[in-house]
């Protein structure tokens, strides 16, 4: 799993005159039937340019090595960033498809990555009891712990009887104090934990009592968040968390999405600050307007790019419409302008159920809720 800050600090490495080589290979279990994913890399440093092969030689003859040795331990995408000179050696294995791809550059290829951190959902999972509790992030369909909070000065309770009963009333009031404290120091904790990965979603796990306390105590910010609940065993394995909560993922994505083309089409028919198709969207994009983008997964359009302002559309136009230079055929407009929106800071929210898919594409598969 990768973090902003690991992308910000891989950019301020000083590469100098060395070059970095940067490699996106798809090697899900398919690829790996007869080591297909190999000879695809192979293919992809064929293509390069004869002097971008001599510059990274060393790199290239490591990264087959790996290729070779370390199949194992793959998920479902690679990512590699190399430069021997410089002694680097980045690699994030991926739950998530990416398309493979094979730069030689003065600095990392870092785009897709932070197109998968604006692009996807990180999940807090919160694991929590009377006296411990546990810090899970889902993102891209993998599982990270992020440590433990235990508070051993928690009493257990004793068996009822006798004499005992007497003070049970005072010591009722003793437990409640402590797991208060607890759950306190927790949501202090979790709270910092979710501002610093900034984290927008969560799920809450555990005994029903410790739950009930724990939503009693919530800021109104946190309980916001929380899109389910569960209940899991405390030493449970992080694959075992895994499984209990991508259920309530999916779900929670498949809802979201259907909301989201559902207002997206109904505002835009009745002219309610929504547009769809491509080119009312770029033109809103250019206006800085768009404050959420919605595309369609792997939907593609083709189009015109101008080359010194920017002007997209799918008019098959020889001169830019606004500043009259040559434009150049774009084999994606959906990249152009998913890029426009993050410069601006909008949100982009991709919709990947086949269904709901298939309903923004009748509707040109991009559209925008605009600002104002
Ligand atoms: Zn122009």
Known sequence: MFERKDLES????????????????????QERKKQAYLSKFKNLVKALPEKDQNAC?????????????????????????????????VRYD?????????????????????????????????LVDKRTARVFMVFLGDIEEYGMIEHEDVPGKHKKGGWFALAEKRYERHID??????????????????????????????????????????PEEIKMKIIGRTNIEKHASKEEVLEKVLPIIEGYEKSKEKETVSELI????KNENSVTGIDDTLKYLRDKRVMKLVI??????????????????TQP???????????????????KATEMAIEQSALVEVVKDEKDRQRLIEYGGIGAFLRF
Request: with cysteine; glycine share 4%; net charge negative.
């Open 266 to 269: 109904n505002r835009a028919l």
């Open 317 to 335: 136009v020889e001169c830019c419409m606004e500043c009259g230079s040559c434009v150049m055929k774009a084999n994606n407009l959906m990249e």
């Open 57 to 89: 030689k060393e790199d290239i003859e490591k990264i087959e090595k790996f290729l070779q040795s370390e199949r194992e331990s793959f998920k479902k995408s690679l990512v590699i960033y190399s430069c021997s000179k410089k002694d680097l050696w």
């Open 177 to 218: 104090y402590h797991v208060k404290m607890h759950l306190k120091d927790v949501i202090d904790k979790f709270g910092d934990f979710l501002k610093d990965r900034d984290i927008r979603r969560l799920i809450v796990a555990g005994p029903d009592e410790a739950i009930s306390h724990l939503m009693d105590m919530f």
């Open 10 to 29: 891989l950019e301020k490495v000083k590469f100098d005159d060395a070059f970095v080589l940067s490699l996106f290979l798809n090697v899900s279990p």
């Open 296 to 313: 369609a997964k792997d939907y593609t359009i083709d189009g015109f790019v101008c080359e010194s302002c920017g002007f997209a559309t």
């Open 94 to 126: 991926l739950n998530v498809e990416l398309k493979d791809n094979l730069v030689v550059d003065k600095t990392p290829y870092t785009n897709p990555l932070f197109d998968l951190l604006d692009n996807y959902q990180k999940y807090g999972v919160l």
